[in-house]
């Protein structure tokens, strides 16, 4: 087992936490040396992602312009309540019709798309740009994290490549692009988080801690999914820390009040609205009911399906009809006791099914029938290609085991604890996404060469160099300055 707070193959960033503000300072500003990266490398990697994205996005935006329920597939249930929001009825009405007052979602991403629709229309060709163009200004920013916290887990060499790949991988350029969701600025949220989580570790000021917990609030309240990692990161932090004799106690709870000093407003929103407890959103029991089978299967479509979407208030009129007859509380309660009795009386096949998710997620694979392939005609593509990036990953994080990385129980955390929710519930193609910037540094972490994963050189003898250079040239340009 690792030593807590110690690296094997120990990283020339985390050497430089052990040096003077002045030293450091001093190395920031020193030219980068042949395993060093500029600024504008930086620049160049969110640049090139961002243009990619915008060139796909020029040809696949008019897929949300469809006139379908009313531009449905704009934004789905998020854009009913933005809808409802430009329009002066608050965060209210998810589905078709108006019903009212929902806690369907978290509050951050209907509201961003509100703003569009303020600004640009709602359902407008322009209002579509836009929301669109966050989406993938986000994806290609969730270089930036990707890049830092490779460097700190593996080094640069690792992170340059891990950035190039984000730019140009798959799953980050589609996806925000074909579903407008919440996903894309929880999956920056979650990396930007997951980068601070591997410095908190030695961070002492409270203030980082608090605004750290802020940061967590707003995960939470953009997706409630990515606050279920928080309590396993922070007991891993807290350990490390209690074993360096550093505080631990005092700063959780700094995080700790300020994650709730930040999602409180929207608690107090939903007890004052709905006169109940409510964390985050209330349609767990939906969730759930859609993780099993109805009495048809899946009648409507005559096919086994991953996500069966007429056990929901969707295209079935007898859930539509019970969601506006009961409200959206007393059905979401329903849903729960229904999803309940099913699995007491179904383990057997609600455990395979459970399986199947699991697979369906690491893998995409769920059925190569032909009526199922006839409704999802790129699954083998998409198998083959998630198939081989789930290998990748899995034995990148084997590999940074072996090597006793001490990063490598933080990236085993987020993989094991945050798809545990939708292996019980309902899955999605893009449910996952949120993982991939951890997935996409562990694969290229899997594929770099042993030789250039072994220790940077020592700061004792390059960055020392690079500090005399630094002090020679600081000392220098102050006698050349006029007395």
């Given at each position: 087992m690792f030593k807590a707070g110690e690296n094997y193959k120990e990283s020339a960033d985390s050497k430089a936490l052990s040096m003077s503000p002045r030293e450091l300072r001093l190395v920031e500003?020193?030219?980068?040396?042949p395993g060093g990266v500029r600024a504008r490398t930086l620049f160049l990697m969110v640049g090139t992602g961002l243009v990619i994205r915008l060139i796909v996005m020029a040809f696949m935006y008019p897929q949300h312009l469809v006139l379908f329920h009313d531009h449905f597939h704009f934004g789905f249930e998020a854009g009913r309540i933005a809808r409802s929001i430009a329009q002066g009825e608050g965060f209210a009405s998810p589905l078709y019709e108006k019903t009212g007052p929902t806690a369907w979602m978290t509050p951050v991403y209907p509201y961003i798309i509100a703003g569009f629709f303020k600004v640009f229309g709602i359902y407008t060709k322009a209002a579509v740009l836009g929301v669109l163009s966050f989406n993938v200004l986000t994806s290609a920013l969730t270089t930036l994290p990707i890049f830092f916290f490779a460097r700190q887990s593996f080094g640069t060499h690792v992170a340059k490549w891990a950035g190039w790949t984000w730019a140009f991988f798959p799953y980050a350029i589609y996806f925000p692009i074909d579903r407008i969701w919440e996903t894309?600025?929880?999956?920056?949220?979650?990396?930007l988080l997951f980068m601070i989580a591997l410095k908190l570790e030695r961070i002492d000021r409270l203030s980082a801690w608090a605004g750290t917990g802020l940061l967590w609030g707003l995960a939470g309240l953009t997706s409630a999914v990515v606050v279920s990692v928080l309590p396993f990161l922070q007991l891993r932090i807290s350990y490390v820390r209690y074993k360096q004799g550093r505080r631990w106690l005092v700063p959780n709870i700094v995080l700790g009040l300020a994650l709730m000093v930040a999602v409180s407003p929207w608690f107090v929103r939903n007890w004052r609205t709905f006169h109940r407890f409510i964390p985050f959103r209330d349609n767990m029991g939906l969730v759930l009911r859609m993780g099993v089978k109805g009495a048809t299967s899946y009648a409507l479509r005559d096919v086994d399906y991953w996500q069966p979407t007429e056990l929901g208030p969707w295209n079935n009129p007898a859930e539509v009809q019970e969601f506006q007859r009961d409200g959206e509380l007393k059905y979401m309660a329903t849903k729960k006791q229904q999803a309940l009795a099913f699995i007491k009386t179904h383990k057997r096949w609600y455990l395979w099914t459970t399986l199947r998710r699991v697979v369906f997620l690491w893998t995409g694979y769920w059925s190569l029938s032909p009526a199922y392939l006839k409704m999802e005609p790129w699954d083998p593509a998409n198998i083959l290609f998630s198939?081989?990036?789930?290998?990748l990953a899995f034995w990148g994080l084997r590999r940074a085991w072996v090597r006793r990385v001490d990063a490598a129980i933080p990236y085993a955390i987020v993989l094991l604890v945050f798809p545990l929710m939708y292996y019980i519930t309902s899955p999605e193609y893009y449910y996952r996404r949120p993982l991939d910037p951890m997935m996409v540094v562990l694969a290229v972490y899997a594929l770099t060469p042993s030789r250039?994963?072994?220790?940077?050189p020592s700061l004792d003898k390059v960055d020392q160099d690079r500090l005399r250079s630094c002090e020679d040239d600081?000392?220098?340009?102050e006698l050349a300055e006029p007395v």
């Open positions: 500003g020193a030219k980068p040396g894309w600025l929880a999956t920056l949220l979650f990396a198939s081989a990036f789930t290998v250039r994963l072994d220790e940077p600081q000392f220098e340009s």
